[in-house]
Structure formats: structure tokens, C-alpha cells
């Protein structure tokens, strides 16, 4: 759902999108960079747009919960469907003539009841559906922190920023493309989470 993802989108950046170390600079005798890419305290950046794209635990964890979510939604509107069709059944006998005084009240009673309940269990679900999404999101972004927290702690990068978007990526406006490392996160995060699906079905 768009808005699973949206909310995703928003809370991965808050979380996990700067990742600041103290760093020292490695280079070699002869003064060039000691690892191929940008340098050990360069400022980097990787785009989270295309992270929540590809990687494949937050696309994973976006389909269960989708797939809950909608039934779920599926289940409200079936029973708000049949609320709907009893009231409109009561009123037609109501405008019918059908029912005396004493059973119009009993069953108005009975239907108020129905109502109140469906209301309590809409919401209950739209609760639950909530939670789903919210434990979704702490673990993709829990994922990444944590992935971007070991990763840095090899490639000693002064920050890693994240950003959104394709013509004005905010926060980062204009940057060399060779600071953008989000091949490198997207295939360590990919690689990692291949490791631990692995131990999972042992």
C-alpha cells in the first residue's frame, strides 16, 4: 500500500538516516585513497526511496502485512455491508407498516447494539492494522541502522546521510555521484538478510 510505504519512508529517515562516526583517513604511501570508492571521512549519502524499493526484508515485510491488512479491511467492510443491509431492511418494514410500536422499538434497540459493537470492532482492527504497520516499520528501519552502523564502522565515512526523491533529493541538493553509495548498502543489506533467512530455515 502507498501509504504503508510513505509511512516507512518517513520513519527510516528519521531513524536511520544519519550514521556519524569518528574517522580517521587511510591512504596509502603514495597519498591515494586506500579503498576504491569514496574515502574513509568523506561525507556519503545513498538514496531511501530506492533502498525501500529494493530491499528485499522490507519488501518481504510490506507484502505479510499487506496481505493482513487487507483482510482485515476485508472483514470490516463484510460486516459493515450486512449492518447496512439489516438497517435499511428494518426501515423498509418500519415504512411498510410491518412491525407494531413495541417490536419497532425492540429491534431499533437490537440494531443500536449492532451498531455500537461493528463501531468498537472497526476500531479494534483499525488498531491492530495500525500496530502491524508500525512493527513492520521498526524492523526495516532497525534493519538498516543496523546494517549502516557495521558498514561504517569498516568504511570509517565521517556521516552517511540518506536521501529522498529523484530531481531534488532532500537534504542533499547537488553531490558528486561518486558519494552516493546506495549500490553498496542495497547489495550489503540484500546479502545480509539472504544470511538470515538462511538461519531461519535451519
Known amino acids: 500500500m502507498k501509504r504503508i510505504a510513505l509511512i516507512i519512508s518517513a520513519a527510516v529517515f528519521v531513524l536511520a538516516a544519519v550514521s556519524c562516526k569518528n574517522v580517521k583517513t ?46 482485515i479491511q476485508q472483514e470490516i467492510t463484510r460486516r459493515g455491508t450486512k449492518l447496512e443491509k439489516d438497517v435499511k431492511a428494518f426501515q423498509d418494514k418500519i415504512d411498510k407498516g410491518l412491525l407494531t410500536r413495541s417490536v419497532a422499538e425492540v429491534q431499533g434497540q437490537k440494531l443500536q447494539q449492532q451498531q455500537n459493537s461493528f463501531q468498537q470492532y472497526a476500531a479494534q482492527k483499525q488498531q491492530e492494522m495500525a500496530e502491524e504497520q ?8 532497525d534493519a538498516i541502522k ?4 557495521e558498514y561504517n564502522a569498516e568504511k570509517q565515512y565521517a556521516m552517511i546521510i540518506s536521501t529522498q526523491g529523484a530531481v531534488l533529493p532532500a537534504p542533499v541538493a547537488a553531490a558528486d555521484p561518486e558519494l552516493d553509495i546506495t549500490d553498496a548498502i542495497l547489495e550489503g543489506l540484500n546479502a545480509a538478510y539472504v544470511k538470515t533467512k538462511a538461519k531461519e530455515t535451519k
Open 146 to 149: 543496523s546494517f549502516l552502523d
Open 26 to 71: 587511510a591512504e596509502s604511501a603514495d597519498g591515494a585513497a586506500a579503498k576504491e570508492g569514496p574515502a574513509a571521512g568523506a561525507i556519503v549519502y545513498f538514496n531511501l526511496d530506492r533502498v525501500l524499493e529494493e530491499y528485499d526484508m522490507a519488501n518481504d515485510l510490506r507484502s505479510v502485512v499487506e496481505t493482513k491488512v487487507n483482510s
Open 134 to 141: 508500525q512493527v513492520m516499520l521498526n524492523q526495516i528501519a
